[in-house]
C-alpha cells in the first residue's frame, strides 16, 4: 500500500461529510508522515491497516473537532486550569504518577476512551456511562489478545488517564509515530519543527472536553513534552510540572524493548542497535532541552518525583509534591490516592525482560549523556 495524505483527508472528509480541517498548519505534519511511512517503515500487512487507521482516526476527530467550534463558539471561553503535566523519561513511573494524580477528584485528566474520540463533548452526567468507554474497553481486550506482552509494559484501562500524544497527533507533530513505526526522517523533522499551534490545538482540544465536563484544573502526562517546552507554556503560562526520576540506563532498554514490540506488529525489520542509538540521542537531547528550559524559567514550577520514593511510598510522594506545587492534598484526595495505589501495586500485572546489551549498549554508554543530569537531580533507582 502506497499512502497518500489527499486520499486521506478526502477519506476522512468522506466519513464525517466535514470539510473543514481548521489552519492548514497541520498539512505539513501529514505530508512528513505519510512521505515518511511510504519511504522508511517497512511497513507489514498489518502495519498499513494500523498506520491507515491511526491517520484517518486523527483526521476525523481534527474535522470534529473544528465543526464543533464553528457550532459553538463559546467553547472558547473557557478557560484551563494549570494544568500541572507529569513529565521525565519514559519508564520512569510517570504513568504511575499521573495516575495517582488523576485519581484526585479535584484534577480533570484525559481519559483513555476520550483521547480517542473527543466528540461529541463528553458530559458530566454520562462520563462513567458514555458508550465510547465500553468501545475503549473491546479495543483494550483485543489488544491483549493478539499482543499479550503489552499488559506487562504499560496500564491501560478505558477510563484511566492517558498521554495527550493523541491531542498533538491531530497536528501531526507527535512521537507516537516514531514509537510505532520506523520513521527517521520524521523524527529529525519533529525534534526541530514549530511546536507553537501543536498546543494552540491541543488546549481547543482541553476546552471542548471541559466545557460540559468539570473540573477545570488540568493534570496531563507525557515525556514528549520535554521537546518543547517553550511551545507548552506560550499555549499555557501557568503550567507547573512534576517530574519523574530515573537512572537512565535503566530505563533505555525498558524504553526500547517497548519500541521494539510495538513496532513489529508493523513490519518485519528489525535492528535493535539502531533503535537503542536512536532511543539513547533521542531522550538524552529531551533531557538536554527540558533542564535548559527548567533554568530559564526557574525551579518553583517543577517539582522532582524519585522513581524508588513512587515504588516505596506512591501517597506519601505525591503529598510531598502537593505541597511543594501549593496544592491541597485533601482527605477525599488522599482516599482516592490510596485507593489507587492499593488496586495498582507495582508489578501487579506482571514484567517482562530486557537487557541493555540486547541493543548494542552499556550502562556506561548510557549514562554519559546523562552527566550533568545525574550530577544534578536523584536518578539513582
Same mark, same amino acid.
Given at each position: 500500500?502506497?499512502?497518500?495524505? #489527499? %486520499?486521506?483527508?478526502? $477519506?476522512?472528509?468522506?466519513?464525517? &461529510? /466535514?470539510?473543514?480541517? !481548521?489552519?492548514?498548519?497541520?498539512?505539513?505534519?501529514?505530508?512528513?508522515?505519510?512521505?515518511?511511512?511510504?519511504?522508511?517503515?517497512?511497513?507489514?500487512?498489518?502495519?498499513?491497516?494500523?498506520?491507515?487507521?491511526?491517520?484517518?482516526?486523527?483526521?476525523?476527530?481534527?474535522?470534529?473537532?473544528?465543526?464543533?467550534?464553528?457550532?459553538?463558539?463559546?467553547?472558547? #471561553? %473557557?478557560?484551563?486550569? $494549570?494544568?500541572?503535566?507529569?513529565? &521525565? /523519561?519514559?519508564?520512569? !513511573?510517570?504513568?504511575?504518577?499521573?495516575?495517582?494524580?488523576?485519581?484526585?477528584?479535584?484534577?480533570?485528566?484525559?481519559?483513555?476512551?476520550?483521547?480517542?474520540?473527543?466528540?461529541?463533548?463528553?458530559?458530566?452526567?454520562?462520563?462513567?456511562?458514555?458508550?465510547?468507554?465500553?468501545?475503549?474497553?473491546?479495543?483494550?481486550?483485543?489488544?491483549?489478545?493478539?499482543?499479550?506482552?503489552?499488559?506487562?509494559?504499560?496500564?491501560?484501562?478505558?477510563?484511566?488517564?492517558?498521554?495527550?500524544?493523541?491531542?498533538?497527533?491531530?497536528?501531526?507533530?507527535?512521537?507516537?509515530?516514531?514509537?510505532?513505526?520506523?520513521?527517521?526522517?520524521?523524527?529529525?523533522?519533529?525534534?526541530?519543527?514549530?511546536?507553537?499551534?501543536?498546543?494552540?490545538?491541543?488546549?481547543?482540544?482541553?476546552?471542548?472536553?471541559?466545557?460540559?465536563?468539570?473540573?477545570?484544573?488540568?493534570?496531563?502526562?507525557?515525556?514528549?513534552?520535554?521537546?518543547?517546552?517553550?511551545?507548552?507554556?506560550?499555549?499555557?503560562?501557568?503550567?507547573?510540572?512534576?517530574?519523574?526520576?530515573?537512572?537512565?540506563?535503566?530505563?533505555?532498554?525498558?524504553?526500547?524493548?517497548?519500541?521494539?514490540?510495538?513496532?513489529?506488529?508493523?513490519?518485519?525489520?528489525?535492528?535493535?542497535?539502531?533503535?537503542?542509538?536512536?532511543?539513547?540521542?533521542?531522550?538524552?537531547?529531551?533531557?538536554?532541552?527540558?533542564?535548559?528550559?527548567?533554568?530559564?524559567?526557574?525551579?518553583?514550577?517543577?517539582?522532582?518525583?524519585?522513581?524508588?520514593?513512587?515504588?516505596?511510598?506512591?501517597?506519601?510522594?505525591?503529598?510531598?509534591?502537593?505541597?511543594?506545587?501549593?496544592?491541597?492534598?485533601?482527605?477525599?484526595?488522599?482516599?482516592?490516592?490510596?485507593?489507587?495505589?492499593?488496586?495498582?501495586?507495582?508489578?501487579?500485572?506482571?514484567?517482562?525482560?530486557?537487557?541493555?546489551?540486547?541493543?548494542?549498549?552499556?550502562?556506561?554508554?548510557?549514562?554519559?549523556?546523562?552527566?550533568?543530569?545525574?550530577?544534578?537531580?536523584?536518578?539513582?533507582?
Amino acid at each position: 500500500m502506497t499512502f497518500s495524505a #489527499d %486520499e486521506l483527508s478526502d $477519506g476522512a472528509c468522506a466519513a464525517t &461529510g /466535514l470539510d473543514d480541517f !481548521g489552519s492548514p498548519y497541520y498539512r505539513e505534519g501529514l505530508d512528513r508522515t505519510v512521505d515518511a511511512l511510504n519511504t522508511e517503515a517497512d511497513l507489514n500487512e498489518m502495519g498499513n491497516v494500523i498506520q491507515h487507521a491511526t491517520i484517518s482516526n486523527a483526521l476525523i476527530q481534527r474535522l470534529r473537532i473544528v465543526d464543533t467550534y464553528k457550532q459553538h463558539p463559546e467553547i472558547d #471561553d %473557557e478557560v484551563v486550569g $494549570g494544568p500541572v503535566f507529569v513529565i &521525565g /523519561l519514559p519508564r520512569t !513511573g510517570t504513568t504511575a504518577l499521573s495516575q495517582l494524580v488523576a485519581s484526585d477528584p479535584q484534577f480533570r485528566s484525559l481519559r483513555q476512551w476520550e483521547s480517542q474520540a473527543c466528540t461529541p463533548p463528553p458530559e458530566a452526567a454520562t462520563q462513567h456511562t458514555d458508550p465510547r468507554i465500553a468501545r475503549a474497553a473491546e479495543g483494550i481486550a483485543m489488544m491483549d489478545e493478539m499482543f499479550p506482552r503489552m499488559r506487562t509494559m504499560i496500564n491501560s484501562e478505558p477510563e484511566a488517564a492517558t498521554e495527550c500524544q493523541d491531542l498533538m497527533g491531530m497536528s501531526f507533530r507527535t512521537f507516537h509515530f516514531d514509537g510505532v513505526v520506523r520513521v527517521p526522517g520524521y523524527l529529525g523533522w519533529l525534534m526541530r519543527c514549530d511546536m507553537r499551534e501543536t498546543y494552540t490545538f491541543h488546549r481547543q482540544v482541553l476546552k471542548l472536553l471541559q466545557w460540559h465536563c468539570p473540573p477545570t484544573l488540568w493534570h496531563l502526562r507525557t515525556p514528549v513534552h520535554m521537546f518543547a517546552l517553550d511551545a507548552l507554556v506560550e499555549a499555557y503560562p501557568n503550567a507547573k510540572f512534576l517530574w519523574s526520576h530515573r537512572d537512565p540506563a535503566k530505563v533505555l532498554a525498558s524504553v526500547c524493548s517497548l519500541i521494539a514490540y510495538v513496532r513489529s506488529w508493523s513490519s518485519d525489520r528489525s535492528d535493535a542497535e539502531e533503535l537503542g542509538a536512536e532511543q539513547l540521542e533521542c531522550w538524552a537531547e529531551a533531557v538536554r532541552r527540558a533542564m535548559d528550559f527548567r533554568r530559564r524559567l526557574g525551579d518553583d514550577r517543577f517539582v522532582d518525583v524519585s522513581f524508588a520514593d513512587l515504588q516505596v511510598d506512591p501517597v506519601g510522594a505525591l503529598q510531598k509534591s502537593y505541597t511543594q506545587l501549593g496544592l491541597d492534598f485533601t482527605d477525599a484526595a488522599r482516599a482516592a490516592v490510596r485507593q489507587w495505589a492499593d488496586e495498582h501495586k507495582p508489578g501487579s500485572r506482571g514484567s517482562h525482560a530486557y537487557e541493555l546489551a540486547d541493543y548494542g549498549l552499556t550502562p556506561e554508554q548510557v549514562r554519559e549523556p546523562f552527566t550533568e543530569y545525574l550530577a544534578t537531580y536523584d536518578a539513582t533507582a
